[in-house]
């Protein structure tokens, strides 16, 4: 018997199904300036990569929590998104942050509350230079650096340190 696009309850079953019927299909096209011109993400890769990220996100989570997403555009976020989903977890969506939208990041990390963050090895670099630089404050930006550092005290990970096999390839200083 035929599936349809009715058999499909979640996006994930539909990646599973292209995984096996399609898996050199090219699942997501990203344009940037290589050598080729894009970037590209085959199904059977992007459910490779989404669901090592799954098995290390459900040790770390339960069902329904949160997860603040601190990606670029680009087909690490894709990858991210799909994890959260095989996880049964909650993305929320954010850009990450520089100096002049940081209380942009702030206001949605009080909103969702969340339990952990998702990022790349470069934001999170980013923003632990923004922490240093941001240690001496007066009175007036005491607050909202107490709200930042609550956000800075949840469990970091970088996504592109975990293996095919769901493994970090290694660990950062205060983080995972």
């Given at each position: 018997m035929e599936t349809t696009e009715k058999d499909f309850i979640f996006l994930?079953?539909?990646?599973?199904?292209?995984?096996t019927?399609?898996?050199?299909?090219?699942?997501f096209r990203f344009l940037q300036e290589t050598k080729e011109g894009y970037l590209s993400l085959t199904c059977k890769d992007l459910g490779r990569k989404a669901k090592a990220l799954?098995?290390?996100l459900k040790e770390k989570t339960v069902s329904g929590d949160k997860v603040l997403l601190l990606y670029p555009s680009g087909l690490d976020f894709i990858v991210a998104f799909f994890a959260c989903l095989y996880a049964d977890i909650i993305p929320v969506l954010s850009y990450p942050p520089d100096s002049e939208n940081i209380d942009r990041l702030i206001t949605i990390a009080e909103d969702c509350n969340p339990d952990l963050v998702l990022c790349t090895n470069s934001v999170?670099?980013?923003?632990?230079?923004?922490?240093?630089?941001n240690r001496i404050q007066n009175s007036a930006e005491l607050e909202k650096n107490k709200k930042l550092k609550a956000l800075f005290d949840l469990l970091w990970i970088p996504s592109d340190i975990i293996k095919a096999n769901g493994v970090l390839r290694k660990k950062k200083r205060g983080f995972l």
């Open positions: 994930t079953d539909k990646l599973d199904s292209l995984i019927s399609k898996p050199n299909f090219v699942a799954a098995f290390v999170l670099s980013q923003l632990d230079d923004f922490e240093a630089k």
